[in-house]
């Protein structure tokens, strides 16, 4: 609650309040300080020492291409630099670019797992894997599948995720084992070739790169190995780097560069509920969600295997987005801001990118369902042409006093933007918001009177234009009553 | 640009309520007062409209009713449930002579009798049969609800009227009116003391002394002489009550340039309620009384003030 107090009875007062909170749900509704499709800016004056905070509106999803060119399950998504494409997979069909590599993914459903090979490899690869089978796609977009039949110690049925690291790739089955190929032979298995996270009993959910360690992540814990050129498995683990965070679901990790995040089940640290971790590099792992997140990721229940998640940086932040199936909601981490904030479709559901990868500066976003790839682009204010609604809904204020307070004005700092801006105040916990009124968003004086009277106050500001939105407060002007 | 030509601009009870809580700073630009906030302001801008009776007798609150003859008696209650007296009535008088236990009467004109309304019908005794009509009027006839109780003569005086006067809050002036001779006589309004020291009040002849008793919901009003015949009624000019604001949409019962003294009356009352801050509330409070000030010497009769000896003998 981030009530003031400083009000002196019968004077009127102006307060600043800052358009940056945290999700403070209660629940899993919709009530409470929540932001939609917003990211946060805090810059600091290094030599005052002053912050100003922003509020602005998250890029917006542009058309670029729909490769299977209709409705399509989007699957992962990937950039590869030794072609300079991307590379997607929709259905059961890889595309380079919008080209069908011609390969059929056979019998599996759900996320694909992208590597690819050293440029020093003899044969710079490119791998999908879908758990089931790899597919060995060429700098040429020649795209081979590789099962059991290729090589009959192939780890089949494996995990999905796959590793490339030192001339090795790396895949894992549920069991622990972690397989790997003869080094710079990437469809040579052999039956010796493992290496088993087991320093606990739980089965093995993913695996990941980071630095120069493979990260085991089990249901319960998590073990990080690295390369010590034994044979057959070259991996050694580091026990004194395990720990007891699993991971809920292998769909909920996402990595950008250095940085992994997952959703972890965390056994260790408390009563067994998820939390959202991420590891920095060579940074012990830390806890990135909130109570209020973590109760979303709860309240998913078994569906939290049906999430989606990606990380790229976007407009200058390194974002973590999490989709979750059963809330039909999208919460995205703002690793610059280190807050959360919910992302919105252009109606109140989730977000309808599921992957996403970055080519040239560019940040690509794979569509759920309808076979698009978008760009993300800051410059862009809709989603695929359709104007989506920012919301900025704020915590209560009774401004340190159980008092009437009589709001005689309303301020809105911000640029100067199209079209107007919904402001809508809830008086009674968010039950009701009442009929919202608008500011000209065009004028140098963004400005409300009347407010009426109220003992505790939420606001709402929402803004659906195809324009640019950036905010950094509203001033209340207030006079606090006899009683 | 061209002015409405438009007169009649009138506020709701609701726009009173919502426009005094704005005044207050209770309620927000382009939010509806809510049911509470209603019912409250309801009740208060009636209460605040009923205070208003005592800031005297604006002219436009003047109104005039008529109290008919009643035999016997020196009383009268004025109000919706009291007596036969009323400010809007017909009167008549038989142009046909009515026997006993007759019920169609025939008289000069049906002009502002309807059916149901109070019909009073001068007996050859002097007195007033009461009874209602029965059914509409026609052509020159009127049909009694009831048969008369005695026979009546041709010219004997008739009177119709629908809704009781309201009850007054002050008479300020009363006449004797005699339709038979079209002669209006002053007649004096006394006072409780004055009255109680009359003699033989039962005495009758035309009424030249009321007293009047304002009450709750009616007022009792006394006259002396008794009404010797049913030729005379005595007319009374006095202060009526404003109109309650029962319905969300009624308009008030007071000329336009009574709406900005009212609303502010109303958000004076309704700050108070809602715990408006100092600074403010005493700002309203100021400019309540202005406004009431400037509206209550608009309404005062421009007349002359004549001073004159108390010739009553007391």
């Known amino acids: ?483 | 640009m061209a002015s409405s030509g438009s007169v009649d601009y009138q506020s709701s009870r609701t726009n009173f309520i919502e426009t005094a809580l704005k005044l207050c700073g209770v309620l927000r630009e382009g939010v509806s007062a809510s049911a509470n906030q209603l019912t409250d302001g309801a009740h208060a801008l009636n209460i605040i409209m009923k205070s208003f009776h005592s800031h005297g007798m604006p002219l436009w609150a003047i109104r005039e009713s008529a109290v008919f003859p009643i035999e016997d008696v020196n009383t009268v209650t004025l109000g919706p449930s009291g007596g036969h007296a009323a400010t809007t009535y017909a009167a008549t008088y038989l142009t046909a002579a009515a026997a006993s236990g007759a019920t169609a009467l025939t008289v000069n004109s049906i002009t502002g009798i309807s059916a149901s309304d109070q019909l009073g019908v001068e007996l050859n005794s002097g007195d007033i049969d009461w009874t209602t009509v029965s059914g509409a009027p026609s052509g020159s006839t009127v049909t009694a609800a009831v048969a008369l109780t005695a026979a009546a003569a041709i010219n004997n005086r008739v009177y119709a009227y629908t809704t009781k006067t309201v009850k007054p809050l002050k008479i300020i002036q009363a006449a004797l009116y005699n339709y038979d001779t079209t002669t209006q006589v002053p007649v004096n309004i006394i006072s409780r003391d004055e009255y109680e020291r009359l003699s033989d009040i039962t005495v009758e002849g035309p009424p030249n002394q009321i007293y009047y008793i304002p009450g709750v919901l009616t007022g009792i009003l006394k006259f002396y002489p008794r009404f010797p015949d049913g030729s005379s009624v005595i007319k009374i000019w006095f202060q009526r009550p404003f109109e309650d604001m029962d319905a969300a949409g009624d308009t008030a019962d007071f000329p336009q340039e009574w709406e900005n003294a009212i609303t502010w009356e109303l958000a004076a009352h309704l700050g108070m309620a809602y715990n408006v801050p100092v600074r403010k509330m005493n700002m309203i409070m100021q400019k309540a009384q202005f406004e009431l000030a400037k509206v209550n010497d608009f309404g005062m009769e421009e007349g002359s003030v004549y001073f004159t000896s108390n010739s009553s003998g007391r």
């Open chain 1, 1 to 483: 609650m981030a009530a003031q107090a400083g009000f002196q009875q019968d004077f009127p007062s102006t307060v600043d309040i800052p358009l940056a909170g945290v999700p403070l749900q209660r629940g899993t509704g919709t009530v409470d300080q929540r932001s939609v499709n917003i990211l946060y800016e805090t810059y600091v004056n290094p030599i005052t020492g002053g912050k100003t905070f922003y509020a602005v509106k998250r890029p917006g999803l542009a058309n670029s291409t729909q490769p299977p060119a209709g409705a399509a399950t989007g699957r992962g998504l990937y950039a590869w630099g030794a072609t300079g494409k991307i590379y997607s997979v929709f259905n059961n069909k890889i595309y380079s670019g919008t080209t069908d590599l011609t390969v059929t993914l056979a019998a599996s459903s759900g996320r694909c797992w992208f590597a690819e090979s050293g440029a020093g490899s003899s044969a710079q690869i490119l791998i999908v894997s879908d758990g089931t089978d790899s597919y060995h796609i060429t700098t040429s977009d020649v795209a081979t599948q590789i099962d059991e039949t290729d090589d009959a110690q192939y780890p089949t049925p494996n995990l999905g995720p796959v590793v490339f690291y030192d001339d090795y790739i790396f895949q894992a089955k549920s069991n622990g084992e972690i397989w790997n190929t003869e080094p710079d032979a990437f469809t040579s298995w052999v039956g010796t070739n493992f290496k088993s996270a087991q320093m606990y009993g739980d089965d093995l959910e993913a695996i990941a790169r980071l630095k120069d360690m493979v990260v085991a992540f089990g249901k319960a814990s998590t073990e990080f190995f690295f390369n010590n050129g034994t044979t057959n498995s070259p991996l050694l683990r580091i026990p004194a780097n395990a720990m007891q965070l699993g991971m809920a679901t292998k769909n909920s990790l996402a990595q950008a560069g250095d940085t992994l995040v997952w959703v972890a089940e965390a056994p260790g640290v408390g009563d067994g509920g998820r939390q959202v971790w991420a590891i920095e590099a060579s940074r012990n792992g830390f806890r990135i969600s909130t109570p209020a997140i973590e109760r979303f990721l709860n309240a998913e229940t078994t569906s939290m295997s049906s999430c989606t998640a990606w990380m790229e940086t976007v407009a200058g932040h390194l974002i973590y987005v999490l989709n979750l199936s059963s809330a039909n909601r999208t919460f995205v981490y703002d690793f610059t801001s280190k807050s959360w904030t919910e992302w919105s479709a252009i109606t109140a559901i989730k977000f309808p990118g599921i992957a996403a990868t970055s080519l040239n500066g560019t940040v690509y976003v794979q569509d759920a369902t309808n076979g698009r790839i978008y760009t993300l682009l800051p410059t862009t204010y809709q989603d695929s042409g359709s104007n989506f609604t920012v919301t900025l809904q704020t915590d209560k204020y009774d401004f340190g006093t159980p008092m009437a307070k009589f709001q005689h004005g309303f301020w809105l700092i911000g640029d100067n933007t199209t079209s107007t801006i919904n402001v809508s105040e809830a008086d009674d916990d968010y039950t009701t918001f009442n009929t919202a009124r608008t500011i000209d968003m065009t004028a140098t004086r963004k400005y409300l009177g009347m407010g009426g009277m109220f003992f505790q106050r939420a606001y709402q500001i929402t803004y659906t234009q195809n324009a640019a939105l950036r905010l950094e407060k509203m001033v209340l002007g207030i006079d606090v009553g006899n009683g």
